[in-house]
């Protein structure tokens, strides 16, 4: 089994950008977590991280034919982009959003998600724990 995890913009600043909100660990100490309990159940793992709406969009074609799973935090783009959920519907590869808060308690803006109406689950202020029960939830599947 396969699961491709794509993170957006901003997420490669994770335990510089606003601490308080997403916690001191960096992308690489999530890189790490998620690869070690990848491991532990025999899944294969591959990472994709872009500032760029287009290559979020070559990510998750990518998947199409190649990956059982996709596990996405489109962090700023959930709010904004029909062209990542447009991509997500072309692929059909299983999919989970995560996001490390919750942003349904945040400001209003963040409360629309187009993603969300093609993913299997979503989950939500958990913390980098999130991303394990993601793994988690497409392989039970
Ligand atoms: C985020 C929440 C988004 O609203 C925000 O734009 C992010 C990160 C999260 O993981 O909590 O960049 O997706």
Redesign the pocket.
């Known amino acids: 089994m396969k699961i491709l995890v794509i993170n957006g913009?901003?997420?490669n600043m994770l335990g510089i950008r606003e601490p308080e909100i997403y916690g001191n660990q960096t992308y690489n100490d999530l890189v790490a977590l998620i690869s070690r309990e990848a491991e532990k159940i025999g899944v294969e793992t591959e990472f994709v991280q872009s500032n760029h709406e287009g290559a979020l969009v070559d990510a998750i074609q990518s998947a199409y034919n190649r990956c059982d799973g996709i596990i996405i935090?489109p962090?700023?783009y959930?709010?904004t982009s029909v062209a990542l959920l447009d991509a997500v519907k072309s692929v059909g590869v299983p999919t989970v959003e995560v996001?490390?808060?919750d942003?349904d308690t945040?400001e209003e803006f963040?409360k629309i998600s187009y993603i969300r109406k093609a993913c299997i689950a979503t989950v939500k202020g958990k913390g980098f724990a999130g991303y394990i029960e993601a793994l988690h939830i497409l392989c039970d599947r």
């Open positions: 913009p901003n997420l935090n962090a700023a959930t709010h996001h490390i808060s942003p945040r963040r």
